[in-house]
């Protein structure tokens, strides 16, 4: 029984000292391969960063540490041109990794909790549509389920990162080392968390999920060059922050967000009702993969 | 529980409120094609197909007239407590789209209603070919909504399938109050409905699952279904008396980027006072010169007209998706209003 006791203190302490943490993260810029499955999905090439050498994701790893966590993140490039890394409102170094395996590590202390988007800024905006973009999520030094200290608490919490991708005019043309002509997007790809629609409206990790009552903060980060008009069906939400900006209380409550490029918000959404709803960009376009309905920027809401 | 709480706070609420006749108000909308001429940067008018939605109270069920299908749709005012019914029935002419995308539903935007109602054919329970709607909205959810198609949304409401339902309050006869809400702040003397839409020619001629819908190039630019290309031919027009105040129910069923200003004879923006987004009152009322309106948001707002005569211009810059290096957008074309006072 002390033993267990002693556990528990052990824990606890443990716990505490998590706002001093140092939190380590390696990421490994690569070539790769992203699919969007169902009709109107395809491979697009992309560039990504990844936890292991030969292993990008789009998007990026989410990176999640606590406010006042000494933070390291080491960037390393294996692709044969520039890249860096930049945690948009954190970090400041944007001079360029040295190709073919050069390295670069990032120290910072964890800034006020919040969420917060990191891509690659050079090459004018190529490098990040290619893939190279993921969330910085800080939570509150305590650990504790509530937006920010003394912040609104919640059930569940969901990060959405929200993009594009324009494969013929730009991903199929800097894949293959061509010149992207860079004054036209037409992005035909919408996505959340790197999926079309069919995905996203099946996957745990996206999907907002609840029995009554419960309440889901929602960390959406726009890494994409269009605006998304983000709807949710079935309830309204609370605006917690735009792009880093508390907003006062009470909070005001909206049914469509919009999040300009490289913009964050952060919601709260609450199950009130039993059902199933869609939540889905309320742009024409967007809710597509080449045109095909519903395999875009979408996502559901399954409230039991 | 938490539910049954919440009831009973919003019951106490209602209580609170002044004591509302709440009526029962059954619409009956059917769907038919239409065209507009419509002239954009152009000079020379292109003739661009629609579907609407149309009021057919008169019994278009069983397939007889379906009255005049309009684009934006029939607006549908509701008081606060009241019940509305829709009944729809899409079926009175030839199927617009083959399966899966054949069909029509009513999706009560920002309405919050069981999945039942909410016209999503993807989710259980909704129909296609022709359905009750019902809803009634509580008290605090005074504001504009929006309704629309959810079938193969990216082109029905592209189409011209959607259109504003205002809540409203009523008084203790149960006659609408002038007023955004219960709240004496937002009363006004005159009301209009800005629906804000976009239109890609492109869009209205693709079928199915084309490629085309992944490109979106409006070339025409609409409020409340009309061009109001210049200050001289305006959208919408109003005559009002000086020193009133003119509520606007911004209604955002474009697919770009918008904003809505007012401006004044000299080009001088003027303040107006957002107290209503998506249908939820804001705990604090913002006077500002310019507000965003993103594809599916809605705002009510009030401008307080000056005490000498003159012209406004309400107007809406719509603009593109991508933002500039500098993280403004560029804008595709302004639509215009006017007040005369």
């Known amino acids: 029984m002390l033993k267990k006791i002693g556990l528990y203190v052990l824990l606890l302490i443990a716990q505490n000292g998590a706002e001093a943490a140092v939190r380590n993260f390696a990421l490994h810029i690569d070539n790769g391969n992203l699919t969007i499955t169902g009709t109107g999905g395809t491979t697009l090439s992309v560039w990504g960063y990844g936890e292991s050498a030969g292993l990008p994701t789009v998007p990026a790893p989410t990176l ?176 917690l922050s735009i792009n880093g900006v508390r907003q006062p209380l009470p909070f005001e409550e909206w049914d469509t967000i919009n999040i300009p490029p490289m913009s964050t918000a952060e919601v709260i959404y609450a199950i009130n009702q039993t059902g199933d709803y869609p939540m889905h960009v309320h742009t024409a376009q967007a809710e597509g993969a080449n045109g095909v309905y519903l395999n875009g920027a979408a996502t559901m809401i399954m409230m039991h | ?91 009175g002419m030839m199927t617009m789209e083959s399966a899966p995308y054949n069909g029509h539903t009513i999706h009560l935007h920002g309405a919050d209603v069981q999945t039942m109602e909410d016209g999503v054919p993807e989710t259980n329970g909704n129909m296609v070919m022709g359905d009750t709607y019902t809803w009634t909205p509580q008290v605090g959810h005074e504001g504009s909504y929006m309704y629309h198609c959810h079938v193969h949304t990216v082109k029905h409401l592209e189409m011209g399938m959607y259109s504003a339902i205002i809540v409203r309050p009523r008084d203790s006869n149960g006659a609408f109050l002038n007023r955004l809400n219960f709240d004496i702040a937002t009363a006004y003397d005159y009301s209009q409905n800005y629906i804000l839409s976009t239109v890609d020619p492109a869009y209205h001629t693709a079928t199915g699952d084309s490629p085309v819908f992944a490109d979106y190039n409006p070339s025409y630019f609409l409020i409340t279904g009309k061009e109001g290309r210049t200050t001289s031919a305006p959208a919408m027009t109003l005559a009002a008396m000086r020193s009133k105040k003119v509520a606007f129910r911004l209604v955002g069923l474009h697919s770009t980027n918008a904003s809505f200003e007012i401006k004044n004879s000299s080009g001088v923006l003027q303040p107006f006072t957002v107290y209503i987004r998506d249908g939820r009152a804001l705990p604090v009322a913002k006077t500002v010169t310019s507000l965003e309106l993103s594809p599916g948001q809605r705002a009510d707002v009030i401008a307080t007209l000056p005490s000498t005569s003159g012209t406004w211009y309400p107007q809406v810059t719509y603009k593109k998706l991508r933002a500039n290096a500098d993280g403004t957008y560029p804008a595709y074309a302004t639509a215009y209003g006017k007040v005369t006072f």
């Not at chain 2, 008018?45 to 149309?54: A, D, P």
């Open chain 2, 1 to 91: 529980m938490k539910k049954l709480t919440q009831t009973i706070i919003l019951a106490a609420l209602a209580l609170g409120a002044p004591c509302t006749q709440a009526v029962t108000i059954n619409k009956s909308l059917c769907v038919g094609s239409l065209s507009k001429t419509l002239y954009g940067s152009s000079s020379t008018g292109k003739s661009v197909t629609f579907w609407g939605y149309s009021d057919c109270g008169g019994g278009g069920r069983m397939g007889g007239m379906g009255g005049t299908a309009t684009v934006p749709g029939p607006i549908m005012e509701i008081g606060v407590n009241d019940t509305l019914n829709i009944n729809f029935s899409p079926m």
């Open chain 1, 64 to 239: 999640t540490v606590n406010e006042g966590d000494t933070v390291n993140v080491t960037v390393y490039n294996h692709r044969n041109a520039l890249h860096n890394f930049v945690i948009k409102n954190v970090t400041t170094d944007a001079t360029a990794i040295a190709a073919n395996n050069g390295s670069k590590t990032y120290s910072f202390t964890a800034p006020a909790a919040g969420t917060y988007v990191y891509s690659d800024t050079l090459n004018t905006a190529i490098n990040r549509e290619m893939g190279l973009y993921g969330a910085f999520i800080v939570r509150p030094a305590d650990d504790s389920n509530s937006a920010w200290t003394g912040g609104p608490y919640y059930d569940h919490e969901k990060v959405w990162v929200v993009s594009e991708m324009d494969k013929p005019r730009w991903n199929d043309v800097a894949s293959t080392g061509g010149t992207v002509a860079t004054a036209t997007y037409k992005p035909n790809y919408f996505m959340i968390n790197g999926m079309g629609g069919f995905d996203a409206m099946m996957d745990n990790n996206t999907m907002i999920m609840g029995t009554l009552g419960q309440e889901t903060l929602v960390r959406i980060v726009n890494a994409g060059q269009f605006s998304h008009s983000l709807h949710f069906h079935g309830n309204h939400f609370q605006v």
